[in-house]
């Protein structure tokens, strides 16, 4: 049993006076490129990363459920048999809320849970915790979803209890990611295409600015925009949307909507043709393609932030020769990480620089770690 659920085994012993029966376990993630395409009818490429949620539990005998964690205050309590199950308290259990209202048990539960996510980090803490307890929730259930399913399930209960209108990366990555792969996921019929990553000669580098991000309304009205956008070109799909046709309506887009619907149609090629070029080892195509899509997020959608356009910067600098292969924001932005694709020999070395020049720049210091593409969602025994 290694630490993390050791202590988590430990703290629902001491909190409910008995052990847990069941655990599962779900990781976080790393976009690699496609960012705020995945409810634009895009493609994305993430991997699950080596941070997780892991979430413990044990049926009742009534249909009591009871929710606490390892890091947090306070226990939420509710009726399984609630319809609908309230938002209630605390703030953090709305999550776990969300995933048990539209999720089976035969009766009540206890659960506790633990993760090693940075909160606010966008490397989808609350994808971490949605499918750890979806997991959990399964197989106490005897019930199996299925990955695409329990994706789906999730960013529902993202969306009526997160109040974020997310689209399906997260929550799919999470539950699907493969290790040693990122994943090219088609965010229109769901299908994927595994990108291995050797780690031998590549290594994920993921630097959090520490500077919290908080996606609420801006996610949402950039969500908003697109669909505007969308719906004012008048075509069913982005991926059949030109620049061209946004041109076409600048005018009745206005500056804004059409700065965000040229993110959208650059952002689709962008991510294919970087799945193509990792497959063949173009490096520096891959680079390019990077640094592009996040110029296009700094300054079409409007979602980075001085302290992440920093380490972009920063990383650029280094270039090639010290093994930076590429570097951009990852995740919703407003705050949260950087990911800078490397050269696996110099990963070391490009942190250390990386960091130091950062917190001189900022006077911020950043947390960073490399990661491997770890597996998704799984049971995990006790
Ligand atoms: C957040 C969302 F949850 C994802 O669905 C995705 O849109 C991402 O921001 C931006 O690519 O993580």
Redesign the pocket.
């Known amino acids: 049993m290694n630490d993390q659920l050791a202590h988590t085994v430990k703290l629902f012993q001491e909190a409910y006076g008995h052990p847990p029966t069941h655990a599962a376990v779900a990781p976080g993630r790393v976009?690699l490129i496609?960012?705020?395409?995945?409810?634009c009818d895009g493609y994305?490429l993430p991997m699950a990363i080596e941070r997780q949620a892991i979430v413990v539990g044990r049926l009742r005998t009534d249909t009591t459920a009871k929710m606490r964690s390892t890091a947090l205050p306070g226990e939420a309590v509710f009726d399984v048999d609630d319809a609908p199950i309230g938002l209630g308290e605390p703030s953090w259990s709305r999550y776990l809320r969300g995933v048990a209202a539209f999720s089976y048990t035969p009766t009540g539960f206890e659960l506790m849970l633990d993760s090693n996510v940075p909160a606010g980090g966008?490397l989808?803490s609350s994808?971490a915790i949605e499918v750890s307890t979806a997991t959990l929730l399964e197989t106490m259930g005897g019930i199996q979803l299925g990955g695409v399913n329990k994706a789906l399930l999730c960013q529902m209960a993202?969306h009526r209890y997160g109040g974020?209108k997310?689209?399906?990366?997260?929550q799919f990555i999470s539950a699907m990611g493969q290790a040693g792969k990122a994943l090219l996921i088609d965010c229109v019929d769901y299908s994927t295409r595994e990108v291995p990553l050797d780690a031998e000669k590549l290594a994920v580098l993921i630097i959090n600015t520490n500077n919290p991000h908080q996606?609420g309304d801006e996610?949402n009205q950039r969500r908003a925009s697109c669909e505007r956008a969308k719906s004012l070109v008048g075509k069913a799909s982005w991926r059949d949307i030109s620049l061209a046709d946004l041109e076409q309506i600048r005018a009745t887009l206005g500056d804004t909507d059409f700065a965000r619907g040229r993110h959208v149609v650059g952002e689709i090629k962008r991510t294919l043709e970087c799945a193509d070029a990792m497959e063949a080892g173009d490096w520096p195509q891959v680079g390019s393609l990077m640094y592009a899509s996040h110029d296009s997020l700094r300054d079409d959608f409007e979602v980075s932030t001085p302290e992440l356009d920093k380490l972009v910067e920063l990383a650029a600098a280094l270039g090639p020769e010290a093994g930076v292969i590429g570097a951009r924001m990852t995740?919703?932005g407003f705050g949260g990480c950087t990911v800078t694709l490397c050269e696996a020999g110099k990963v070391d070395a490009v942190q250390e620089k990386l960091v130091a020049e950062y917190t001189q720049a900022t006077g911020i210091e950043p947390s960073a770690f490399a990661t491997k593409p770890a597996q998704g969602a799984r049971v995990i025994d006790l």
Do not use: K
């Open positions: 976009n496609g960012e705020h395409i995945d409810y994305v966008g989808s994808a993202e974020t997310c689209g399906i990366m997260d996606l996610y995740g919703g």
